[in-house]
């Protein structure tokens, strides 16, 4: 039975990657920031037979990161989401920019996959056939057009460069690393308006990510799987 790491797994695409893989019968280690009040992922993690397990995590806290390292000790992870993420706020403009938004920016969707990364790089490899997927965003690409929003785009184009370069690190063990962008998708984040439901999302994702080969690795990839420009 394969099993599946997700971050930020309480709303929205996170809770939907859980939702369908655990509908799959795939073993769901689900992280979040608070566990307590996270009740739809709960209630998926009470009715799957021990299938699902749900666990605390604040992707930016190093504290957090090494606990829940504990948690997932060394077994072998065969997919790991990489996907709580942030907008960063509406003063994202070059004129009127709150800087310290920011860096809080940065900190969740630039740094903190790579404090993942870092943790789950063991059980991947042990899996023998281990993806580490990044959520990232069509904002990021230098393809996308509009201006403004600087410093999502930022992070997400951070966030590309670091998983392909983190694909050439572990090229030699194995280990599959992409960005990919979900499309723009109705939660909170993408709002009333976005054209994809998450179910429509995810679950075109999810079939991308099992064709996924080692000959792909480093590549950015849009929601269906097709290729998509730096
Ligand atoms: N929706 C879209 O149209 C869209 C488009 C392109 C890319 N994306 C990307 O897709 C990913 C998921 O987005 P979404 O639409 O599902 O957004 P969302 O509904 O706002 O959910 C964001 C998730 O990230 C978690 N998170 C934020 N900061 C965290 C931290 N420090 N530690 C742990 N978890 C943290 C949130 O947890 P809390 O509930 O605790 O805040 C929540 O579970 C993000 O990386 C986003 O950038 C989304």
């Known amino acids: 039975m394969p099993t599946i790491l997700v971050t930020g797994a309480n709303r929205g695409?996170?809770?939907?990657?859980?939702?369908?893989?655990?509908?799959?019968?795939?073993?769901?280690?689900?992280?979040?920031?608070?566990p307590v009040k996270a009740d739809?992922?709960?209630?998926?993690?009470?009715?799957s037979g021990g299938?699902?397990?749900v666990h605390p995590l604040d992707v930016t806290e190093d504290g957090s990161v090494s606990a829940f390292k504990s948690v997932i000790g060394d077994q072998p992870i065969d997919v790991v989401i990489c996907n709580a993420g942030i907008y960063g706020g509406t003063r994202?403009?070059?004129d009127d920019m709150d800087f310290d938004a920011w860096v809080r920016t940065l900190s969740v969707n630039l740094l903190a996959p790579l404090r993942l990364a870092r943790i789950v790089h063991d059980n991947l490899k042990r899996s023998g056939q281990g993806k580490f997927i990044?959520?990232?965003?069509?904002?990021?690409?230098?393809?996308s057009e509009g201006g403004g929003m600087h410093a999502y785009r930022?992070?997400?184009?951070?966030?590309?460069?670091?998983?392909s370069t983190l694909a050439q690190?572990?090229?030699a063990d194995g280990i599959i690393a992409v960005p990919m962008s979900p499309g723009w998708v109705q939660t909170d984040m993408g709002g009333a308006s976005a054209p994809l439901?998450?179910?429509?999302?995810?679950g075109a994702m999810r079939k991308a990510i099992a064709g996924l080969t080692l000959a792909q690795s480093g590549r950015l990839f849009d929601y269906d799987g097709a290729p998509m420009a730096w």
């Not at 695409?13 to 608070?34: H, K, S």
């Not at 930022?154 to 998983?163: D, E, H, M, P, R």
């Not at 439901?197 to 995810?202: F, H, V």
């Open 134 to 143: 990044a959520i990232s965003s069509g904002m990021g690409s230098n393809a």
């Open 154 to 163: 930022t992070s997400k184009a951070g966030l590309n460069k670091l998983v």
């Open 13 to 34: 695409l996170g809770l939907e990657f859980v939702r369908q893989y655990a509908a799959a019968g795939e073993r769901v280690i689900a992280a979040c920031r608070t």
């Open 169 to 171: 690190d572990w090229r």
């Open 40 to 47: 739809a992922l709960i209630a998926i993690a009470a009715t």
């Open 51 to 53: 299938r699902v397990t």
């Open 92 to 94: 994202q403009g070059w």
């Open 197 to 202: 439901t998450p179910a429509e999302s995810i």
